[in-house]
């Protein structure tokens, strides 16, 4: 198999893709498979805003992290 041709590695969580694309060199590999994606994304209907303590998005955020 020649340098060019090599198939992409299966990456199965976005940190492997991470490190994948950030020390690959990706001219080596075969990406004549790929096609565009576009995704719709609705147009916002409605806005909402609020004052919350600087705290509690905080916390929200904390939270959240895995």
Known sequence: ??????S?????SD???????ATADL???DLSGFKPM???IEPKAAT???????SLP???KAKGKP
């Open 1 to 6: 198999m020649s340098s060019k041709n090599r």
């Open 38 to 40: 576009r995704f719709k």
């Open 15 to 21: 940190e492997a893709v991470e490190d994948f694309v």
């Open 8 to 12: 992409m590695p299966s990456l199965h």
């Open 48 to 54: 909402l805003n609020m004052r919350l303590s600087a």
């Open 58 to 60: 905080d916390a929200v």
């Open 27 to 29: 001219a080596r590999y």
